[in-house]
């Protein structure tokens, strides 16, 4: 399960290590989804192999 506050907290880590200009918002805003999508990414592949463990474990 993915919580909200969870990305909310790492948004805001992120971007106060980023310096405040226009180049580094724009820097910071892609490293900032890259590491989002990576995130999501990981979860996702981790809830695919618990699935597929559990139905692995019914056949």
Request: include cysteine.
């Amino acid at each position: 399960m993915l919580f909200l506050s969870f990305f909310k907290l790492q948004v805001c880590c992120l971007s106060s290590l980023t310096r405040i200009t226009y180049l580094s918002k724009l820097i910071g805003i892609r490293s900032v989804a890259a590491f989002l999508h990576l995130e999501l990414f990981w979860v996702y592949n981790v809830c695919q192999l618990l699935l597929l463990n559990l139905l692995c474990q019914f056949v």
